[in-house]
């Protein structure tokens, strides 16, 4: 029987370079599955444009979308839609992106791409690909009620799959004449529908549909289940080799740092200070651009990192995030109350406010943001 495999998009990882790495793996495998077309989402431009090319020009990826464009340009990012023989039928597969859904990379402009209405892209682009095919098949990346008033909106749309979803439709459920499909996201669920299609006129004629949990009842593939294994050895590795560049070389494993909440019993009125400063937010800052696993960038926006017992994503290391008091006057366990402490922790400003990353910094300026 005759199978066209799709996608609703959203198929790469979160923004930071460990899940980039394991994208690339992802879309090998996805590849080798050999999927027909793919919906572009917002998560698919996470790293960049760039990346997502080379991910299609590398793997044959068949990504598509008919309202992404280059704002600079005005031009479509990728094929308006793709055409599919399959079992005597031409499918035509165009996908929609919802612009509510905000598009954020790791190494562009928010603002380099624009995103067209899906209602009036469509109007537009399906009466003419219905002149090319039989069968139209929209990848609406509008998550559930947006994809219900496109197709209330839009006439010649002969089946739906729905992403960006958290649903799965798990029984035969007909808009307007469009058959609508759709699966959880994440790869949770595999959706299959059976579809009897009349061949003269590329109209589905019924449709059985089932979900499969992809959970521990269904049997791992020996030969995937090695891919993976060899894959997070590998990712384990690429973590290493990232981090190798700023070992864990200063202090002692006989202290700790006590974390900023130990410092407030005494000195609340400095911990004041602290609480409405930017040190504060500092993880938040690469966690809002995706390079919260960076070691370049984890080295200046936690504390200790490069300490013994400092800074590490495992617990109870993984509490020292941000700038913390520690960060500037040392262990927490090495307390110093004869002066100490000052002198240390003006020397330590230019360890992250160098020239490369902080090249106005002056130290009378910056001291009176953070003045205690």
Known sequence: MPVLQLDGGDLFGRRNQNERFQTEFLCEEVADLGVDAIGLGEQDLNYGLKFLRSMMDKYGLQFTSANVKDAATGKLILPEYLIVKRGGITFGIVSVLDPAQKILTMTADDSQFQVDDPVATLRELVPRLREKVDTVVLLGHLGDSQTDNVVKEIQGIDISVTGHTYRNITTERILNDTVMLGASYEGRYLGDADLMID??????????IKVTPMDDKVADDPEMLKKVKDFKQRLVDFKEAKRAAYPRTFGSDQENFLGDRSCKGCHEDAWNVYAKSAHMKAYMTLRNKGQHFEPDCLVCHTTGYQYKNGYADEAPYNRLINVQCEACHGY??????????????KDSCVVCHDKENSPEFDYDTYWAKIKH
């Open 332 to 345: 927490g366990t090495q307390h110093a109350r004869d002066g100490k402490w000052v002198t240390q922790a």
């Open 199 to 208: 061949p003269d006129n590329g109209k589905v004629m019924a449709v059985a």
